[in-house]
């Protein structure tokens, strides 16, 4: 069974430019979460969605905004890029929401110049 | 207070050796426990999950929960270099699809 596909894995942009970046879950997880993970403030939870619906949002600028599709990818992305937002982007998939079984991708790394 | 509280370390400890991880936490709503552990340049990987406090083993790994002090546990036995990574505790509530990860600790097992 294929794990969590993230795409780009690594991708540099300057300021004021946008990204986005791409999750394919595992076959048969409908839920899909995003989180941000930087040295200074560990893993920091972006939203979450299950069966196209975003069911939580984390505490971030609305900048970041996501997307999912009825296959259940997922595309996240982030408008008017800061310096601050140079990090890891994470995204997990799971076969139900409520649950803390999440299955990781190898992240998108993201740096802003 | 943050939420979720866990020593950045890093600790080093020699091969063979007891490896206890520990974080603490404030919410008491929490349920849900678990204990991803992350390589370099890799995703997070699930190891423990457990709901409401008591003790789970599994191989090499022992997970404990005390809700009562907010603090929970993660014993590495007879640890080996292949276990140096970084250990992050996470944990959510009952019905809450956001989970909580604390900041990751740096184990090195020294062979």
């Known amino acids: 069974k294929a794990g969590v596909t993230q795409t780009p894995r690594y991708l540099i942009k300057t300021r004021g430019q946008q990204v986005t970046l791409s999750c394919s879950p595992i076959?048969?997880?409908?839920?899909v979460s995003w989180y941000q993970q930087t040295p200074g403030q560990g893993l920091q939870f972006l939203f979450e969605?299950?069966?196209?619906?975003?069911?939580n949002k984390g505490n971030f600028p609305g900048r970041f905004s996501g997307r999912q599709f009825s296959n259940s990818r997922s595309e996240m992305n982030v408008s008017t890029l800061e310096l601050g937002d140079s990090a890891l982007y994470l995204c997990?998939?799971?076969?139900?929401?409520?649950?803390?079984?999440?299955?990781f991708g190898e992240g998108s790394r993201l740096t802003v110049l | 207070q943050k939420e979720v509280e866990q020593d950045p370390g890093p600790l080093s400890v020699p091969e063979g050796a007891i490896v206890s991880l520990n974080c603490t936490y404030s919410?008491?709503?929490?349920?849900?426990f678990m204990w991803y552990r992350q390589y370099s340049r890799k995703g997070p990987e699930l190891l423990m999950y457990?709901?409401?406090?008591g003790n789970k083993e599994d191989g090499r790994f022992t997970a404990q929960v005390d809700k009562s002090s907010k603090y929970i546990s993660l014993f590495i036995r007879d640890s080996q270099p292949s276990d140096s990574a970084t250990y992050l505790c996470?944990?959510?509530?009952?019905?809450?699809?956001?989970?909580?990860f604390g900041k990751g600790t740096r184990l090195h097992i020294l062979p």
């Open positions: 997990a998939s799971s076969l139900a929401s409520n649950t803390g079984e999440l299955f």
């Open positions: 076959s048969g997880h409908r839920s």
């Open positions: 969605y299950f069966s196209e619906t975003q069911r």
């Open positions: 919410n008491s709503a929490f349920q849900y």
């Open positions: 457990t709901y409401s406090s």
């Open positions: 996470a944990m959510n509530q009952v019905g809450d699809d956001k989970i909580i």
